[in-house]
């Protein structure tokens, strides 16, 4: 059975450089096609895609984020680790993480999401 | 890249049917047969409901269908049930440089 758990601060400063992990269970992020992706989404609003991360290392990133954001693994913890820099209120949102797996299109199973608040 | 276009809100009787459609352009929607649809229940995180336009992963009741014509794809649910009410987004995936996309939402109220 796949499961993912988001983990991370409720509450971050402005300017701030946020960390979450992303820890799973029931696949290897060492296996073909597997791939962790970070998914946010603020208060009463929309879903929106940040980054992936693929079995071979490679790295994929939401165009109008890319220069904030940083997305990592350690597959020896079965981990996956996005940081945002430079924290802004607007940034306040539940944070995702879900499975994504090539050649598929698709997000699923999700974690249950973080909430985090940008606040002074 | 914008969000996908999504109607704010849909309703329908219980027991009848409701559609909810997903404009985009030809960069994401119209252009790839990769269009998921999410359910999503409040303070709870999305489910997938539909995959590569109409297909439904196993667990999915087949009330729920997908379709697509050019750069909009649409999601019918069928015989509403009283637990189908919730919010519903749709995804694309949308090329090289945005890679995905989401929906802005549509509240689907089961009256």
């Known amino acids: 059975q796949v499961t993912l758990r988001e983990s991370g601060p409720a509450l971050v400063k402005p300017t701030q450089t946020l960390t979450l992990t992303c820890t799973f269970s029931?696949?290897?992020?060492?296996?073909?096609?597997?791939?962790v992706s970070w998914i946010r989404q603020p208060p009463g609003k929309a879903l929106e895609w940040l980054a992936f991360?693929?079995?071979?290392?490679?790295?994929y990133y939401s165009t109008s984020l890319k220069t904030r954001l940083t997305i990592s693994k350690d597959t020896s913890k079965n981990q996956v680790v996005l940081t945002m820099t430079n924290m802004d209120p607007v940034d306040t949102a539940t944070y995702y993480c879900?499975?994504?797996?090539?050649?598929?299109?698709?997000?699923?199973?999700w974690g249950q999401g973080t909430l985090v608040t940008v606040s002074s | 890249q914008s969000a996908l276009t999504q109607p704010p809100s849909a309703s329908g009787s219980l027991g009848q049917s409701v559609t909810i459609s997903c404009t985009g352009t030809?960069?994401?929607?119209?252009?790839?047969?990769?269009v998921s649809w999410y359910q999503q229940h409040a303070g709870k995180a999305p489910k997938l409901m539909i995959y590569?336009?109409?297909k439904r992963p196993s667990g999915v009741p087949d009330r729920f269908s997908g379709s697509k014509s050019g750069n909009t794809a649409s999601l019918t649910v069928s015989g509403l049930q009283a637990e189908d009410e919730a919010d519903y987004y749709c995804?694309?995936?949308?090329?090289?440089?945005?890679?995905?996309?989401f929906g802005t939402g549509t509240k689907v109220t089961v009256l």
């Open positions: 991360i693929d079995w071979d290392d490679d790295k």
């Open positions: 879900a499975l994504l797996r090539h050649p598929y299109n698709f997000f699923g199973p």
């Open positions: 029931g696949f290897s992020l060492t296996s073909f096609g597997m791939r």
């Open positions: 030809t960069s994401d929607v119209g252009g790839y047969n990769y």
């Open positions: 590569e336009v109409n």
């Open positions: 995804s694309s995936s949308a090329g090289s440089n945005s890679l995905y996309v």
